[in-house]
């Protein structure tokens, strides 16, 4: 029996949720289009990944539930077949609308039990169920010229170990308490170490409610394993920051990577803030590690706001690396 990793998974189970956001709409002006987390060809296109696909329906020959794998940065199908100790074929035998050579972070893979020993398929449940007590910061949202609605969320970890697999659950309702939407977001970047803050965007497309409430609760985290990180925090050098009204353009470098490294790509995440410290604008740009040069890959990104000009841009860095598939 190979040894079972624990990754970010979420299953069909009743989650206790260790912190919540709840936002009352007010009124206010439509702002521009925030621009969400994207991940972009080395030549700097970008595609938007904040809704997840929906849920494919399991066959009802397979009891009980399986689970759903949302697929991070670096995992294959052949790679999740590795980890829950199945075969491939058993993997697509249920997610018939997959193609394997052609998967994004983020996909949403259900994975079924029958290859996970009784203590491991507890061991899993357990931990989904009983995420990281990190703190939720409140949600701060803005409509959009399309009637559509932006929402920005922060995680913040003051516990002492690092999380990863962190997803928010945003809750749209009307004035009457009832669901109209509901999304499940990962933060910017995969890790949030002891100390750190990490956003969280969510979009919902029109029509929304007159007196809408936003609440959003955490989900699932996972503290970091020894040893089986697949990511690592990156710094980037940063040239400079011109913010122009509810733009800023950013010129960094990526420092470039050891011939050995193990990092297969670098995440690097934009948080634009207004005067008053709020966060207005996320952006994340995906870029292929690069070993050769010495004054490594110069990179300029935009980040746009969706409401107040910005007056501040953080940037930050992680480095992916190759998950060990032997």
């Not at 849920?55 to 052949?78: C, D, K, Q, S, W």
């Not at 009307?174 to 933060?187: C, F, I, L, M, R």
């Not at 970091?224 to 920051?241: D, M």
């Not at 733009?247 to 934009?270: E, H």
Request: with cysteine.
């Amino acid at each position: 029996m190979k040894p079972m990793k624990t990754y970010r998974v979420i299953g069909f189970l009743a989650f206790f949720f260790s912190a919540c956001s709840v936002l009352t709409s007010e009124p206010g002006e439509a702002g521009s289009v925030l621009t969400p987390y994207v991940t972009a060809t080395p030549a700097g296109q970008a595609t938007a990944t904040l809704t997840p696909e929906p849920l494919p329906t399991a066959e009802p020959t397979l009891t009980p539930t399986p689970l759903v794998h949302i697929l991070g940065a670096n995992e294959t199908i052949y790679s999740l077949a590795y980890t829950y100790n199945l075969s491939v074929n058993e993997i697509l035998s249920i997610n018939p609308q997959i193609t394997p050579r052609a998967l994004s972070v983020g996909t949403q893979i259900l994975i079924p039990y029958i290859g996970m020993p009784e203590a491991e398929k507890s061991a899993i449940e357990s931990v989904i169920s009983a995420p990281m007590a990190l703190t939720v910061l409140p949600v701060k949202c803005s409509g959009t010229a399309e009637g559509g609605l932006w929402c920005v969320a922060a995680v913040e970890n003051q516990l002492e170990e690092t999380a990863t697999g962190i997803t928010l659950t945003f809750t749209l309702k009307d004035a009457s308490g009832q669901t109209v939407g509901e999304q499940s977001v990962p933060p910017l970047l995969n890790l949030l170490a002891q100390g750190g803050k990490l956003p969280v965007a969510a979009y919902f497309n029109p029509e929304i409610p007159v007196d809408y409430q936003v609440q959003v609760d955490l989900k699932t985290a996972l503290p970091v394993e020894e040893g089986s990180a697949l990511a690592a925090p990156l710094e980037i050098k940063v040239n400079s920051i011109d913010p122009a009204g509810r733009s800023a353009l950013v010129s960094a470098v990526i420092p470039a990577q050891s011939a050995d490294s193990k990092t297969d790509s670098v995440w690097v995440g934009l948080i634009a803030y207004d005067e008053a410290g709020n966060i207005v604008g996320v952006r994340r740009l995906e870029y292929p590690a690069v070993t050769e040069g010495g004054q490594g890959q110069a990179i300029k990104i935009y980040v746009y706001s969706n409401s107040a000009d910005i007056a501040k841009v953080d940037v930050l860095g992680e480095a992916q690396i190759k998950k060990n598939e032997d």
